[in-house]
């Protein structure tokens, strides 16, 4: 079955980064896009970006373009999301999730359990 | 980009009522809308893709309908287990972006 893993809870000081991760299984790696979206405490949901693990292909969201990198590694099949310059602002439960067909234009079937992110000083 | 507006915030409702739940998109984004429940401290789910095709394992009391930038989610008969807040969400044009939520509530 589709399985997303996502790492483990990250406390970070203002202006730092964070990496979090995103292992994926139970379907072929490189024909689905990977996507990161955010959740504050209390709030809606935020899409941050996507890749596409075949080639490398990213798109991000305007409010994230100049922080936020996404990679892939096939070999591991894991999916990476590193936001930097981070702010209390950014303190959510961030998930990873696969687009539901291998077209780009598709919502989102599975999802990982979310990693919260607190970034206090 | 394109900004998706849901209405109402909240909504309070009697089991075995019928519920509805709109969302509105800034520009056409033709079908290309989802529905998705996000229960309490859990991942969203998938319950209505292109607008209207419900994905499957989802009750069918849950549908969906509309096009361009006018949609609405139905619960035709509201259960307990439906106490959640319910998400749309547009995937337009290589971008992809959230109403901000409806929540549910059961008298």
């Known amino acids: 079955q589709v399985q997303l893993v996502q790492s483990g809870a990250e406390v970070k000081k203002p202006g730092a980064s964070v990496m979090v991760s995103c292992k994926a299984s139970g379907f072929s790696f490189s024909d689905y896009y990977i996507h990161w979206v955010r959740q504050a405490p209390g709030q809606g949901l935020e899409w941050m970006g996507s890749?596409?693990?075949?080639?490398?292909?990213?798109n991000y969201a305007q409010n994230f373009q100049d922080r936020i990198t996404v990679t892939s590694d096939s070999s591991t099949t894991t999916v990476y999301m590193k936001l930097s310059s981070l702010t209390s602002a950014d303190s959510a439960v961030c998930y990873c999730?696969?687009?539901?067909?291998?077209?780009?234009?598709?919502?989102?079937?599975?999802w990982g359990q979310g990693t919260l992110v607190t970034v206090s000083s | 980009d394109i900004q998706m507006t849901q209405s109402p915030s909240t909504l309070s409702a009697s089991v075995g009522d019928r519920v509805t739940i709109s969302c509105r998109a800034s520009?056409?984004?033709?079908?290309?809308l989802a529905w998705y429940q996000q229960k309490a401290g859990k991942a969203p789910k998938l319950l209505i893709y292109?607008?209207?095709s419900l994905e499957s394992g989802v009750p069918s009391r849950f549908s969906g309908s509309g096009s361009g930038t006018e949609f609405t989610l139905t619960i035709s008969s509201l259960q307990p287990e439906d106490l959640a807040t319910y998400y749309c969400?547009?995937?337009?044009?290589?971008?992809?972006?959230f109403g901000q939520g409806t929540k549910v509530e059961i008298k």
């Open positions: 292109q607008a209207s």
């Open positions: 969400q547009h995937y337009y044009d290589f971008s992809w972006a």
């Open positions: 890749i596409n693990p075949n080639g490398g292909g990213t």
């Open positions: 520009q056409s984004i033709s079908t290309y």
């Open positions: 999730a696969r687009g539901r067909t291998m077209m780009v234009t598709t919502p989102f079937d599975s």
